[in-house]
């Protein structure tokens, strides 16, 4: 008895849903069209990536905490004990 009105709600939903996908994917292309005319444009995507490799390379010494490591030599293997 419901399942109409039920089938109904559902493809509303699933309608506004492919309705965002389609304005998300325009605004990306129209963002990509506009980074190839302007070199000075940037677009998230561009941003996202500056961001990522500047964050990567100020937590490099972070992100090695080994590195800084120094055992006393009373723990290191002697000789051929690798």
């Given at each position: 008895?419901?399942f109409?009105?039920v089938?109904?709600l559902?493809?509303?939903?699933?309608g506004?849903?492919?309705?965002?996908?389609?304005?998300?994917?325009y605004?990306f292309?129209s963002?990509?069209?506009?980074?190839?005319?302007?070199?000075?444009?940037e677009?998230?995507?561009?941003?996202?990536?500056?961001l990522?490799?500047?964050?990567?390379?100020?937590?490099?010494a972070?992100d090695?905490p080994?590195?800084n490591?120094?055992?006393?030599?009373?723990?290191?293997?002697?000789?051929?004990?690798?």
């Open positions: 008895m419901l109409v009105p089938t109904g559902w493809m509303s939903a699933v506004v849903v492919g309705l965002a996908v389609n304005l998300r994917a605004d292309v963002q990509e069209i506009r980074a190839a005319e302007d070199p000075e444009f677009t998230f995507y561009t941003k996202n990536i500056l990522n490799e500047g964050i990567r390379a100020w937590m490099a972070q090695q080994h590195e490591l120094v055992f006393p030599e009373e723990v290191l293997p002697r000789g051929n004990a690798l």
